[in-house]
């Protein structure tokens, strides 16, 4: 009697913990009177290949080779498989620190300076010698970016050293340089005369 009475509590515990569409629960129609603890939970699908999870990252947006391998290292079994991976995605030219490289630049020029894009290209793995050409294809155009930023910004030149220094921390803060700032701003003298 006890084992009928706890069969069934369990049949009641596993139906009411799975919802039917109208949102009321409906007993299952197996005709076998096994607990349901006994009965074999559905095997779950198996997840993507590491190869198929790469291609999904780099189908939205460029990846450095570092970023990519952050991603995919918590599905791999071993760190082995993932470079061997990231070599194979190098070589199919899927991946390429140089597109990254370009790819961040060309998102993010328009609203900071060289010294912001230079430190997140390090941060990503770029190399030394990517970083360097960029830097000087930055540093050519980087008096009318910042032109560009601060009339978005300011309608004026500083009139006092309070609005002259908040538009300098303003611009700083957005990584261009203060000789830059100062052939956007000037020089702020104390004592006009």
């Known amino acids: 009697m006890r084992e009928r009475k706890q069969a069934q509590r369990e049949r009641v515990a596993a139906l009411s913990a799975r919802p039917t569409r109208a949102g009321r629960n409906v007993e299952e129609s197996s005709g076998d009177d096994a607990p349901a603890a006994e009965k074999k939970a559905p095997s779950k699908r198996p997840g993507l290949s590491l190869k198929a999870r790469a291609l999904n990252f780099l189908s939205r947006r460029e990846y450095s080779r570092l970023e990519l391998g952050r991603r995919l290292a918590p599905h791999a079994e071993t760190a082995e498989e993932v470079e061997a991976l990231l070599d194979a995605l190098v070589e199919q030219k899927w991946l390429s620190n140089e597109r990254f490289a370009h790819s961040v630049v060309n998102r993010r020029a ?84």
């Open 110 to 193: 328009s609203r900071v300076g060289t010294r912001v894009i230079l430190q997140e290209l390090r941060q990503h793995g770029v190399d030394v010698e990517q970083t360097e050409i960029i830097k000087e294809e930055l540093m050519a155009t980087e008096l009318e970016r910042a032109k560009h930023v601060w009339s978005k910004k300011f309608s004026a030149p500083p009139d006092d050293p309070r609005s002259y220094a908040k538009q300098y921390r303003f611009m700083a803060s957005r990584g261009f340089s203060g000789r830059i700032l100062q052939q956007i701003l000037g020089d702020w003298e104390d004592d006009p005369a």
